[in-house]
């Protein structure tokens, strides 16, 4: 079973995305500010990260850049509120997805990445 890392500040909507996930056979862990997110990345594997990309404490951004420092990669998706996303954000990220994302689109961009990462290894 993939794991996927929820990194969501809205505990609602971190719920429903962790339903969402759950419902379509994923393994998906919720935390709710960005230095929590890493704290996870750095004591487990996950196939994803889903971050929101305002995270509290510790902005995606910022987040990946750290991980990248460890020589750590795990695909990430964004997700923002903010429209247009500005170009510099989207280059740190897999794949960013406008909020609220639906429940197709959202699916659909995590199988074509995970898809992926298995014709790769």
Aim: some cysteine; aromatic content about 8%.
């Amino acid at each position: 079973m993939k794991r996927i890392l929820i990194a969501e500040q809205n505990r609602n909507y971190a719920s429903a995305l962790q339903a969402m996930l759950s419902g379509a056979g994923y393994e998906a862990d919720v935390v709710y500010d960005g230095w929590l997110a890493y704290n996870r990345l750095t004591e487990k594997e996950y196939d994803l990260l889903l971050m929101e990309m305002d995270c509290p404490r510790l902005s995606a951004a910022d987040l990946l850049t750290k991980i990248h420092a460890q020589a750590k990669v795990v695909p990430t998706v964004g997700l923002t509120d903010k429209h247009p996303f500005f170009r510099t954000d989207e280059e740190s990220f897999t794949a960013v997805l406008g909020k609220p994302v639906r429940a197709e689109q959202l699916l659909s961009t995590i199988e074509s990445i995970l898809n992926k990462g298995e014709k790769n290894d």
